[in-house]
């Protein structure tokens, strides 16, 4: 805690912006034009929706940010094959987060069910849980009553529980609400995809990620502290090499749920086995504090104190873990408390003089390259996949050509997504070059496609 509190002071003054400067009102993706899309299961060609996709507006005052959006994202959504017999669906809200965040110097807030923070689309961030502990579950089996959601007892994870119903993007709706409990990146993108949703609904998430690079800004947590992706600077004074950030909770060495990491006795959940592995509920980790010397580890909010490219005086961040395959790792974004005074909340109207942010052209414009944009596979039979390895605040055009300069396909990466696709089974054997156009800068690729 001494640690804490001295770094705390030292970057104070760095934590106090303005708003011509604040990271929390220039970072979130404006839109208004572009609708969200979703799949229904059967049919892998996405149907338009009429809300808006992204953030509708962003304004402050001198203590708050005002974000306005439907929580729907650019990428395609659905579906959801667990049964689960939701949409994601327009939330018109408007959510306030505190302008300078602060330490919350009492006894931590804990996460909570439903919204506890947003990404830079405007997309819910939930915590771990699914809402259903084992008690209660296994009451319900037996057909008798049950302690009700939320007793607190073998409190079951969404991100293992509930898998099997979610998206190619890892995310899912509650009750029209689509939010994210994890590394908001699409499963077909990790090292070791242990979901093929992707295979037939192709989706590709908020960002990709690229080990070789500090991870965007993807979000705010409800105490007003950053998020970021996967990876950063090993160092905590930004320097280093870019490392992955790792969890510092691991998984308990039980074979029986009789009680929890701290020694007490509790009600008895299942043991562990195959339907039930370790990692099936919270309870089932342990918190181990990080060494001085390991930096990349992270503390018990699942943040740590260190400079970004966003916050180069430094500020207290959250990021999103993942194992060595780029799976999700727990606590997986925030939690399971914050680590700021948590202030944030969705309201139904703003009440005091605010400014309208309105991004410049220049802002929002993505300076595209070849070496930040990734083609396979290639040679390919059938489809191709172009990916940037950044966010774009912006609409880009993809175009597939022959060599005779013949136009054959085009296609957009949309606002706050990095991948789309063509379709290759219809052309010949040979060689086509794709462009990428992005404000009038021009990169193009070359692919080869093989039968």
Same mark, same amino acid.
């Given at each position: 805690?001494?640690?804490?509190?001295?770094?705390?002071?030292?970057?104070? +003054?760095?934590?106090?912006?303005?708003?011509?400067?604040?990271?929390?009102?220039? =970072?979130?993706?404006?839109?208004?034009?572009?609708?969200?899309?979703?799949?229904?299961? /059967? =049919?892998?060609? %996405?149907?338009?929706?009429?809300?808006? +996709?992204?953030?509708?507006?962003?304004?402050?005052?001198?203590?708050? @940010?005002?974000?306005?959006?439907?929580?729907? #994202?650019?990428?395609?959504?659905?579906?959801?094959?667990?049964?689960?017999?939701?949409?994601?669906?327009?939330?018109?809200?408007?959510?306030?987060? !505190?302008?300078?965040?602060?330490?919350?110097?009492?006894?931590?807030?804990?996460?909570?069910?439903?919204?506890?923070?947003?990404?830079?689309?405007?997309?819910?961030?939930?915590?771990?849980?699914?809402?259903?502990?084992?008690?209660?579950?296994?009451?319900?089996?037996? /057909?008798? !009553?049950?302690?009700?959601?939320?007793?607190?007892?073998?409190?079951?994870?969404?991100?293992?529980?509930?898998?099997?119903? $979610?998206?190619?993007?890892?995310?899912?709706?509650?009750?029209?609400?689509?939010?994210?409990?994890?590394?908001?990146?699409?499963?077909?993108?990790?090292?070791? @995809?242990?979901?093929? @949703?992707?295979?037939?609904?192709?989706?590709?998430?908020?960002? +990709?990620?690229?080990?070789?690079?500090?991870?965007?800004?993807?979000?705010?947590?409800?105490?007003? $502290?950053?998020?970021?992706?996967?990876?950063?600077?090993? *160092?905590?004074?930004?320097?280093?090499?870019?490392?992955?950030?790792?969890?510092?909770?691991?998984?308990?060495?039980?074979?029986?749920?009789?009680?929890?990491?701290? /020694? +007490?006795?509790?009600?008895?959940?299942?043991?562990?086995?195959?339907?039930?592995?370790?990692?099936? $509920?919270?309870?089932?980790?342990?918190?181990?504090? #990080?060494?001085?010397?390991?930096?990349?580890?992270?503390?018990?909010?699942?943040?740590?104190?260190?400079?970004?490219?966003?916050? !180069? =005086?430094?500020?207290?961040?959250?990021?999103?873990?993942?194992?060595? *395959?780029?799976?999700?790792?727990?606590?997986?974004?925030?939690?399971?408390?914050?680590?700021?005074?948590?202030?944030?909340?969705?309201?139904?109207?703003?009440?005091?003089?605010?400014?309208?942010?309105? %991004?410049?052209?220049?802002?929002?414009?993505?300076?595209?390259?070849?070496?930040?944009?990734?083609?396979?596979?290639?040679?390919?039979?059938?489809?191709?996949?172009?990916?940037?390895?950044?966010?774009?605040?912006?609409?880009?055009?993809?175009?597939?050509?022959?060599?005779?300069?013949?136009?054959?396909?085009?296609?957009?990466?949309?606002?706050?997504?990095?991948?789309?696709?063509?379709?290759?089974?219809?052309?010949?054997?040979?060689?086509?070059?794709?462009?990428?156009?992005? =404000?009038?800068?021009?990169?193009?690729?070359?692919?080869?496609?093989?039968?």
């Amino acid at each position: 805690m001494k640690k804490h509190i001295t770094l705390f002071s030292f970057m104070l +003054a760095g934590m106090m912006l303005n708003a011509q400067t604040n990271p929390i009102i220039l =970072n979130w993706l404006q839109n208004n034009t572009v609708t969200g899309r979703h799949y229904v299961k /059967g =049919n892998s060609t %996405p149907i338009v929706d009429a809300a808006l +996709a992204n953030c509708q507006s962003v304004k402050y005052s001198a203590t708050s @940010v005002y974000v306005a959006t439907n929580s729907i #994202p650019t990428y395609i959504t659905g579906p959801f094959q667990d049964g689960n017999p939701s949409l994601a669906t327009a939330q018109n809200g408007i959510f306030k987060f !505190p302008l300078n965040p602060t330490q919350n110097t009492g006894t931590p807030t804990a996460t909570t069910g439903g919204n506890i923070g947003l990404f830079i689309n405007g997309v819910a961030l939930f915590d771990y849980r699914d809402g259903v502990s084992w008690s209660n579950a296994s009451q319900a089996l037996k /057909g008798l !009553p049950s302690g009700g959601v939320g007793d607190n007892v073998w409190n079951r994870d969404a991100v293992v529980a509930e898998r099997v119903g $979610f998206d190619c993007a890892k995310a899912h709706p509650a009750m029209g609400n689509y939010h994210h409990h994890q590394n908001p990146s699409a499963f077909s993108l990790d090292l070791k @995809v242990i979901s093929t @949703v992707c295979t037939l609904y192709a989706s590709d998430g908020l960002y +990709a990620i690229d080990s070789t690079k500090h991870s965007p800004l993807i979000g705010f947590a409800y105490d007003g $502290f950053p998020i970021y992706g996967a990876y950063a600077y090993k *160092n905590a004074d930004g320097t280093g090499d870019i490392v992955r950030m790792k969890s510092s909770y691991t998984l308990r060495d039980i074979t029986t749920r009789t009680t929890y990491a701290g /020694g +007490a006795t509790v009600t008895a959940g299942p043991a562990v086995n195959t339907t039930y592995p370790l990692g099936y $509920f919270r309870e089932d980790y342990q918190y181990n504090v #990080p060494t001085a010397s390991s930096q990349d580890y992270l503390d018990e909010h699942n943040g740590r104190f260190c400079k970004t490219p966003e916050y !180069p =005086n430094g500020i207290y961040c959250y990021f999103a873990t993942v194992d060595e *395959n780029w799976n999700s790792a727990y606590p997986y974004v925030v939690g399971p408390t914050f680590y700021g005074v948590k202030t944030a909340a969705k309201v139904t109207s703003i009440t005091e003089t605010v400014t309208t942010y309105t %991004p410049s052209t220049t802002s929002i414009k993505s300076v595209i390259n070849a070496d930040k944009i990734n083609v396979y596979p290639n040679p390919t039979s059938d489809v191709v996949a172009i990916q940037l390895n950044h966010l774009t605040a912006n609409n880009i055009t993809l175009e597939l050509y022959d060599l005779t300069g013949k136009l054959l396909q085009t296609s957009q990466i949309l606002q706050g997504s990095t991948i789309t696709y063509f379709d290759t089974r219809t052309l010949y054997e040979g060689t086509y070059l794709v462009k990428i156009i992005d =404000n009038g800068n021009v990169v193009t690729k070359k692919i080869v496609v093989a039968k």
